[in-house]
């Protein structure tokens, strides 16, 4: 079972990183830091590459709070991942949901921008509107991530993670 989790986690990476280095140059985060002041699409890979494979939970740890140059109100690329996250996780998720808790569901908080202390929140929310993201007959990822932002902000402690 984790090995699809690894798998998916490695394709949205590899997403992550061909968005940064096409629209956003070397983008933010680690890569950016040490490539600083160097152009081209050979110094955006390898800034890419050592924002995503080399250190793995870069994409996660300067999304937000503006760290490594990273500007928390972009959100483009973890919209992008969250998409591919949730489309190709759909089953696990709703099953994740449906229980309250589990990899996906956690993993899909961090992506989500979720911090540490609101993950449990976000996990029982889920759970109790479960049949508002996964009701639905015929539900797609892009119907799910429409009602979690619903459901987020309806919420008063976690409305600040709604994608605007």
């Not at 090995?3 to 998916?8: N, T, Y």
Request: hydrophobic share 40%; aromatic share 4%.
């Amino acid at each position: 079972m984790k090995k699809p989790v690894i798998l998916i986690a490695a394709a949205a990476f590899v997403v992550s990183m061909s968005i940064q280095a096409e629209e956003t140059g070397s983008g933010c985060g680690l890569g950016a830091e040490v490539m600083k002041g160097k152009s081209g699409k050979g110094a955006n890979i390898a800034a890419a590459l050592l924002n995503n494979l080399v250190i793995p939970n870069t994409t996660f740890m300067t999304t937000g709070d503006g760290l490594m140059g990273c500007d928390p109100t972009k959100t483009v690329e973890r919209e992008k991942i969250k998409k591919v996250f949730v489309a190709a996780n759909f089953n696990d998720l709703s099953s994740d949901t449906a229980q309250g808790g589990g990899a996906h569901l956690t993993a899909l908080a961090h992506i989500m921008g979720i911090q540490e202390q609101d993950i449990t929140t976000f996990e029982q929310l889920t759970r109790v509107h479960y049949e508002d993201l996964f009701g639905a007959e015929g539900a797609t990822s892009d119907t799910v991530l429409a009602s979690l932002n619903s459901v987020l902000g309806g919420h008063s402690d976690l409305a600040k993670y709604v994608s605007q």
